[in-house]
């Protein structure tokens, strides 16, 4: 028997006749309840008062009292990160907290943020691919979003160049969350919680009801908070040496060598140059080939070009590459050991990156080098995932991870 498939259309309908009685029940049983943001910063961020009185939040590192080359983080264990962006207030973050893991932000309700940036999973989802709107497939893996604010260059192909202008992307596309400007802010609007919250964080904006800029601001003042600096890489590179064990340290030494050659791309202390690279990953198996950044036209030099990750959390991001294509870090690792181009298809030919050659690393070179990826792990600055959300709304199952017992005023 065939499957009955309910239509966009209808599908919308649905979910705005279920929001509107899920917001009914809701205001009635929390209406002595109110949301109340946040007003100091999140933990590592210094609360300042701007020009205009506002409370900004400034992030405070021990990487600042190191120079940069370049500003770009280029240099040895002891160098600078590059410029953050940060300076949201602490109403505007704490905003941004609710909207990442509220489905409302999606055409049906069934997605959010978190769904495929998953707290307990590096704030990626575990999958080759995303899952979207209905089931759909994504193109790329989801990218992690730890130290996000420090990226100039967003999405898997770089063509985002600040969080304000990747923040609402996901939002509206037909294959992730779908939804449509006109829907979700009249979903924002017709909740009392979120007009108020909108005006908590906004308090100097004349508009009444929310707006795509405020919640673009909102969503990036969150994700500029989430930041991974306290690894026990981090302690041996300030100069607690008896962080890591001897392995990790060979491991490190093997990464920062002219031989693996690793650092070049993957450059501490942000393991990323926060450059495009041809590579030359292979696809999954009946996949047809990314171009990346590349087209057929005026880009064929950047066809099979990423944006070359972070390595922060890495242990907790598999599966890895842009397709997801190796399950294993230590698989992932390997790749780099087999030649140049060596899974580039027979019917393209890329300009693979220079970095990119045969170091002919030893197994031994190759575990050293995977245990001193592990020493990247720091998850101490985890955000609070809600315990309910302002749209009344369920949480979605898949963006529930292991919360900080202690409820914040408004949970």
């Not at 899952?131 to 990226?151: D, E, I």
Request: proline residues 7%.
């Amino acid at each position: 028997m065939t499957k009955p498939v309910m239509s966009v259309t209808a599908g919308r309908l649905f979910a705005l006749s279920s929001f509107a009685l899920c917001s009914l029940l809701f205001s009635a049983a929390a209406a002595a309840e109110q949301f109340q943001l946040q007003s100091s910063c999140p933990a590592s961020f210094e609360q300042v008062v701007d020009e205009q009185g506002a409370s900004r939040c400034k992030l405070v590192s021990r990487y600042q009292a190191y120079d940069s080359l370049q500003n770009k983080g280029v240099g040895g264990t002891q160098t600078a990160l590059p410029t953050v962006r940060d300076g949201f207030s602490p109403e505007q973050i704490d905003l941004g907290r609710f909207l990442f893991f509220d489905p409302l932000l999606s055409a049906d309700h069934s997605l959010a943020c978190a769904s495929c940036h998953q707290p307990d999973k590096g704030f990626t989802d575990g999958k080759a691919v995303s899952t979207g709107f209905h089931g759909q497939q994504g193109k790329r893996s989801a990218p992690s979003l730890w130290n996000v604010g420090f990226l100039q260059r967003l999405f898997w192909d770089g063509r985002a160049t600040s969080l304000e202008s990747q923040a609402l992307g996901p939002l509206f596309a037909p294959d992730e969350m779908a939804n449509t400007p006109a829907q979700l802010l009249g979903d924002l609007a017709n909740s009392s919680e979120y007009v108020q919250l909108f005006r908590q964080a906004f308090p100097k904006d004349p508009a009444t009801t929310p707006t795509l800029a405020q919640v673009s601001t909102a969503l990036s003042a969150f994700q500029s908070t989430l930041i991974s600096l306290n690894s026990r890489y981090d302690q041996y590179a300030l100069g607690y040496h008896e962080a890591l064990n001897d392995t990790e340290i060979k491991g490190m030494n093997v990464f920062r060598s002219f031989v693996a050659r690793c650092a070049e791309c993957h450059t501490p202390p942000l393991f990323t140059n926060q450059q495009l690279a041809v590579i030359g990953t292979p696809e999954p198996e009946g996949r047809a080939f990314d171009l990346g950044a590349g087209n057929e036209t005026d880009k064929v030099k950047l066809q099979g070009a990423f944006k070359v990750p972070s390595l922060r959390n890495i242990v907790k991001t598999a599966p890895y590459m842009h397709s997801g294509r190796f399950t294993e870090l230590r698989e992932a690792t390997e790749f780099y050991t087999k030649g140049r181009g060596h899974a580039v298809p027979k019917d393209r030919q890329l300009l693979i990156h220079w970095h990119i050659w045969e170091p002919k690393l030893t197994g031994e070179e190759l575990d050293q080098i995977v245990a001193f990826l592990g020493t990247l792990t720091d998850e101490s600055l985890l955000p609070q995932t809600p315990t309910r959300l302002p749209s009344g709304l369920p949480l979605p199952t898949a963006a529930v991870a292991i919360a900080d017992p202690m409820k914040r005023p408004g949970e």
